[in-house]
């Protein structure tokens, strides 16, 4: 059933993948069939001497890699720095509309493992702020930055959302990328961001949408739930509306980016069951991957029944 969920999610027939294919010891448990590929041999993509953030999985980091093996996966399935799909592409189309500069002050507020940050600063010569709140998250955000030889240019700090202090009015651009939905105390972080903001600056977000007024199916929310690392509460796009207008922001362009979304998803775990195939010997480590199927799938179905959508909403601080 799981390894069902994948070949899906990369778009494959239920007969392109056996479990032959990804391990032909038969006495192998089946969590353990799906390797950890990372150990293997990979080409990084360099500038200079510098790993590239957001290149494609097939790279590694100058430093130690993270303990967690679920961060390790992520950044196999994803890129280096990401725990969302897409890799620079995403980012370009994030800020298509809004686009930063080095003059401007910008603050990543749930930056992940770092690699839009990092993605920026390395493109556009910024300095600028990274703040998230999952500890192991940052520190493999300092890791990574370091690894790129961006740390001074991209502080990572530890974002405490039950008591957040940022300075006022010191930002041009704020952004958080699909990480919101899964926050409790979002209308925490979006105080804090407004305040930040100066006159005319820009919060840029992407986030789970519920298309449905009363929130997510019970049925659907609880089969996320427990594919979830998190319990996820995504907001309908009237809710982000008004608590951003109760904080002073105005909305000025909105898209739904689902399709695009879901295209970039598919496209990872494409990728990533040709690598799996191409590599011939996979050792260990099959639960991260079984669990993040599991997720995605559970997500990608919301999106199908029309439950669920990304969307990029944009707004404007007006005082």
């Known amino acids: 059933m799981q390894l069902n969920r994948i070949l899906k999610l990369a778009g494959a027939p239920g007969g392109a993948l056996s479990e032959e294919d990804l391990c032909p010891d038969e006495h192998v448990p089946l969590s353990q069939r799906f390797g950890a590929w990372w150990h293997g041999e990979y080409v990084p993509k ?115 959302t039950t008591s957040i202090n940022l300075p ?61 690392q998190s319990v996820p509460e995504p907001w309908t796009i009237a809710r982000y509306s008004r608590v951003l207008e109760q904080y002073g922001l105005k909305i000025v362009a909105r898209r739904n980016m689902t399709k695009e979304h879901q295209e970039d998803v598919h496209a990872g775990w494409k990728r990533l069951l040709k690598t799996l195939r191409g590599n011939g010997s996979l050792r260990e480590h099959g639960d991260e991957m079984l669990a993040e199927g599991d997720m995605w799938y559970e997500r990608t179905c919301a999106f199908d029944a029309g439950d669920l959508a990304l969307w990029r909403i944009i707004a404007r601080a007006v005082d």
């Open 168 to 228: 006022d009015k010191k930002y041009h651009l704020i952004y958080s990328r699909e990480r919101l939905f899964a926050i409790a105390e979002k209308t925490n972080i979006l105080s804090a961001a407004a305040k930040a903001l100066r006159k005319d600056g820009r919060l840029v977000i992407t986030d789970y949408i519920s298309t449905r007024e009363g929130g997510l199916d019970p049925e659907a929310l609880r089969a996320w739930s427990r594919s979830n």
């Open 46 to 160: 360099t500038v200079g001497s510098r790993v590239t953030p957001g290149s494609d999985a097939d790279a590694t980091t100058a430093s130690a890699p993270s303990d967690s093996p679920r961060i390790r996966f992520v950044q196999e399935l994803w890129g280096d720095g990401f725990l969302e799909p897409g890799g620079s592409a995403a980012v370009r189309r994030l800020f298509a509309e809004v686009k930063p500069n080095s003059k401007q002050s910008v603050l990543d507020i749930t930056a992940g493992l770092g690699g839009t940050a990092l993605a920026l600063a390395q493109d556009l010569n910024l300095w600028m702020d990274a703040a998230e709140p999952n500890l192991d998250f940052a520190a493999e955000a300092r890791r990574l930055a370091r690894s790129c030889d961006l740390d001074s240019q991209v502080p990572v700090a530890r974002l405490n």
